[in-house]
């Protein structure tokens, strides 16, 4: 993968220019294979992202860590909120 800067923010970029999942799945139409039997068009609840990053110039490279985390599902109706 190339890394390229788009919109204020970092991201993966594919080959074929494509970026985030959004790009990476045509808007949802085309879904990528993730691993063998698993397919994702889009982020589903309980899905663990995890980003790690790192830079490097003239044979020096830092690593700015790992950020992880879990996408639970929506509060419909949380407590005290209106319908």
């Known amino acids: ?3 390229a800067r788009a919109e204020a923010a970092w991201t993966a970029q ?7 999942l959004l790009e990476r799945t045509y808007g949802g139409a085309s879904p990528i294979e993730l691993e063998p039997g698993l ?3 889009w982020v589903e609840d309980m ?8 830079c490097e110039k003239d ?3 830092i ?3 790992e950020c992880r985390s879990t996408i639970l599902p ?3 109706n949380p407590a005290g909120h209106p319908k």
């Open 39 to 41: 397919q994702r068009a």
């Open 47 to 54: 899905d663990t992202i995890t980003l790690t990053a790192w």
């Open 74 to 76: 929506a509060i419909t």
């Open 1 to 3: 993968m190339l890394w």
């Open 14 to 20: 594919g080959e074929d220019g494509a970026g985030c």
């Open 63 to 65: 690593g700015f860590g």
């Open 59 to 61: 044979g020096e490279r």
